[in-house]
Every structure is written in C-alpha cells, then in structure tokens.
C-alpha cells in the first residue's frame, strides 16, 4: 500500500537534518543550492535511510557529496543527466543511490 509521504524544506547550511532525525524515513530527496550539501551528507551518510535521491545543478559539488555518501555505505546505482534548459549549457543531474540494511 502507500506510505506517508513527508516534506520539509529547510536551510541545510544552519539546521541540516541530523542522522537520528534521518532514520525515521525510507527514503530521501534532497536538492541543495549550487554550493551542494557537505554537512547534510555527513549526516546522510551516518543514517540508516536505504535510498538516497541527490539533485543537482553542480557536477562539482555533486561528485564531492557523493562521495560523502559512497564513503559512507552508500552504492551509487545510477546517475541521470537532465537537460531541461534547452539552449543552455545547465543541466540538472539526479543521482540514485542505495545502502544495505544493517543487521542489528
């Protein structure tokens, strides 16, 4: 059946959502500003959540991000580019990525 779908928007450079608040979802989209997301995926990183979308319009900040997660448990599983500004060199990539689940 369905699950509940929660959103939130937040200012992930003053308040990211810690690994703890993280654990209670299945799975997460997150779209940062071109400067990426370095602290919320260090906290990502350390969270149980099983599936991990990333947005991006930076494939600077994207790779750094990650490979935050990567080196965290993470297996990126695909990266799909998005050219949505026709006649314009910004594309858009969303990244897949999976965790196994911990045996506790």
Do not use: M
């Not at 799975?27 to 919320?40: I, K, N, W």
């Not at 991006?56 to 799909?80: E, F, M, Q």
């Amino acid at each position: 059946g369905l699950k509940r779908v929660t959103s939130e928007r937040r200012d992930l450079f003053r308040r990211p959502l810690t690994f703890k608040e993280l654990n209670a979802f299945d799975g997460l989209v997150f779209d940062p500003p071109r400067a990426g997301a370095e602290d919320q995926s260090k906290q990502i990183a350390r969270s149980d959540v099983p599936l991990v979308a990333a947005v991006s319009c930076n494939p600077v900040t994207l790779a750094r991000d990650l490979r935050i997660l990567i080196d965290g448990g993470y297996t990126l599983k695909s990266v799909t580019p998005i050219d949505q500004f026709l006649w314009s060199p910004h594309v858009e990539a969303v990244a897949l990525l999976e965790k196994p689940k911990r045996r506790r």
